[in-house]
């Protein structure tokens, strides 16, 4: 088909799609800066073009970078140096690394019925890179082994030191296979901004759903073939349907010209050597281990001063006082402050680092992110049905499985007014693993007037928790938010 080069109905296109409703699809929790999320990709994708074959091909490499620039152009989030590349292997399978490096098997290429979609494999992975999805993992996975000072920033720094110790912490490049599966709910973010993206790059987006099925379909058939495919896109309930609404709110999409000529490029591939299975590529790989984090270790702090001093958040959307001998870590993206005394937290040889005295300052992210408007845990709210209770309890469940020795005290939270403003208090408590010491958190959340909601974590030993009340409560009383300031 004649290649469609029309700039005034592309343009036109872009328009209509445009001015339709559309889903709206909210990001989870990420400790990582933009920046971070390219380099860790650089760094990942140079281990897993160790670990898989490359296709060297000009023709269907031009192929599948045309179709990437065409959906590209129309994605959302970040502008990363996206880039896609073949691999050499029979299992059909996609996958993205964060920073916008896009891998699409040989065997998913071979078994594409039409240009839209092998598009709308490429546009879903493109829509986990947007979306920051495989970092949202490794900040979770980083959560669990970190502890919580990771929700105040404390270790999200921009340099090269810091991302190698979250690296490390979570198991080195290992951790790439954090990047390769995402949950159902993750999955149907993937697939309603994919559609976006498609419907604006002149794809038709029902095209991705449905190829998903016929892929589900053809897996009964060959299960080795599909298997790494079926694992790591676990299928949404109802997701043809899902997208065909989505498709329904974008209104009419203009599709466009084909990119080039797909049987062409299949009877290419077919005339190469057959790629290699899954089988004989594990055969070349071994095993890697993670080290264990040492011991921690010098847990004695200095009273805290009688001096104070106000920590101004640098966009203005809360401030705070903190005592004069405490140190403010602020992270390098997001809204979040670790405020720890001299030896409030240690660091293991391996990187690891945890609060054991101080006060965790941050703006409220739902873990797995929202589809839509509105955030409703997906495991049922503990707490009650209003954004507080909700935003709430997903906190508390985060941090119950990131620190799995805490539980909470008694079953009912507390209702407190913060600064003129509706606040729940939960509390924390185990034996730390690292400290041999009863560790107590207060978890105090609280809603700002347009519905948004900011967290305080108040850590410390629980036998000395009581010594540091006093300066706690200082530090929640002065506490104030400005519903003016941006904080999305």
């Given amino acids: 088909m004649k290649k469609f080069c029309g700039i005034a109905l592309v343009a036109l296109m872009t328009l209509a799609v445009s001015a339709s ?28 073009e160790k670990q898989f074959p490359m296709l060297s091909n000009a023709a269907v490499s031009r192929y599948v970078n045309t179709i990437g620039a065409r959906l590209v152009a129309q994605a959302p989030g970040p502008k990363f140096a996206y880039q896609f590349k073949v691999v050499n292997a029979a299992e059909v399978n996609a996958f ?74 979570v198991g080195g490049f290992g951790m790439n296979s954090l990047f390769l599966k995402f949950s159902r709910k993750v999955e149907t ?42 694992s790591s896109h676990p299928a949404p309930a109802n997701r043809e349907a899902r997208v065909r609404q989505e498709a329904g709110l ?52 200095e009273l805290p001063s009688s001096q104070f001093r106000v920590f101004q958040q640098a966009d203005g959307v809360y401030q705070l006082e903190q005592p004069d001998n405490w140190n403010a870590y602020v992270a390098s993206g997001g809204y979040g402050v670790s405020i720890v005394p001299r030896n409030g937290f240690t660091t293991a040889s391996s990187g690891r680092q945890n609060i054991s005295y101080g006060v965790i300052v941050n703006h409220y992210v739902p873990f797995d992110g929202a589809v839509g408007s509105g955030f409703v845990d997906p495991n049922g709210s503990m707490f009650g ?52 010491l009863n560790e107590r958190v207060t978890v105090l959340a609280r809603q700002l007037a347009d519905d948004h909601v900011v967290y305080m974590l108040l850590i410390a030993p629980a036998a000395e928790y009581a ?12 506490f104030r938010g400005d519903e003016r300031a941006s904080h999305n």
């Fill in 385 to 436: 049905a209003t954004p507080l209770d909700e935003a709430t309890s997903d906190l508390v469940r985060n941090i119950l499985t990131a620190s799995p020795y805490l539980a909470r005290v008694g079953t009912t939270t507390e209702s407190r007014v913060m600064a003129g403003h509706p606040t729940l208090a939960v509390r924390l408590e185990g034996r730390s693993p690292d400290t041999g």
């Fill in 250 to 301: 974008l209104g009419p999409t203009h599709l466009l010209a084909t990119s080039g000529n797909l049987r062409t490029i299949q009877s290419q591939l077919g005339r190469l050597p057959a790629a290699p299975t899954a089988g004989q590529l594990a055969q070349n790989q071994a095993p890697t281990t993670g080290q264990p984090a040492d011991p921690a270790s010098g847990m004695s702090i």
């Fill in 96 to 169: 993205a690394l964060p920073g916008g490096f896009i891998y699409v098997n040989r065997g998913l290429l071979s078994q594409a019925r039409t240009e839209g979609e092998l598009a709308g494999v490429m546009a879903h992975e493109i829509a986990h890179v947007a979306l920051r999805h495989p970092t949202n993992q490794a900040s979770k996975a980083y959560l669990a082994q970190a502890g919580l000072g990771v929700l105040g920033g404390l270790l999200g720094g921009k340099t090269e030191s810091s991302t190698g110790q979250v690296i490390g912490a």
């Fill in 467 to 478: 010594a540091l009340t006093p300066t706690f409560d200082r530090m929640v009383r002065s």
């Fill in 21 to 48: 409703a559309q889903t709206v699809v909210k990001p989870g929790f990420n400790m990582f800066s933009v920046d971070q999320d390219a380099e860790i990709g650089k760094q990942s994708a140079i281990q897993a």
């Fill in 189 to 230: 973010q993937a697939d309603v901004v994919g559609s976006q993206i498609m419907a604006r790059a002149g794809y038709n987006p029902v095209e991705m759903a449905t190829f998903f099925g016929y892929l589900a379909q053809q897996a009964g058939g060959n299960p080795s073939k599909f298997a790494t495919f079926m």
